[in-house]
Nanobody
């Protein structure tokens, strides 16, 4: 397990913003898949935004492209997800995940939840967007 700890969730109105944080051990910021995933009640877990910490390349799902931004701060051992223009359909439990090390990969490969083992996940933080 990587001891990932998410924070920053909450309740906002549509159009608002939130920033999620994921505190992680320093080693995951070197050639790891890291990302944010979400799961709404009755739905499967889906990839939202991912980053390959080897070169900070990013990849987003179509549903959040242009609204969400993933970033890493190696000095603080923290992964962020800035969420703007939130919509009610963004309501879900959001999870941080990390898997690696991976010497080389296409960053899009990191977006699939199956790319992560069961012990690669944080506990989640709830995001609720009201209309």
């Amino acid at each position: 397990a990587h001891n990932l700890v998410e924070s920053g969730g909450g309740s906002v109105q549509a159009g608002g913003s939130l920033r999620l944080s994921c505190k992680a051990p320093g080693y995951v910021f070197s050639k790891f898949c890291m990302g944010w995933f979400r799961q709404a009640p009755g739905k499967e877990r889906e990839g939202v935004a991912v980053i390959y910490t080897g070169d900070s390349s990013t990849y987003y799902s179509d549903s959040v492209k242009g609204r969400f931004t993933i970033s890493q701060d190696n000095a603080k051992n923290t992964l962020y997800l800035q969420m703007n223009s939130l919509k009610p359909e963004d309501t879900a439990m959001y999870y941080c995940a990390a898997d690696g090390p991976r010497p080389f990969l296409e960053t899009s490969e990191c977006l699939t939840p199956n790319a992560y083992d069961d012990n690669d996940w944080g506990q989640g933080t709830q995001v609720t967007v009201s209309s």
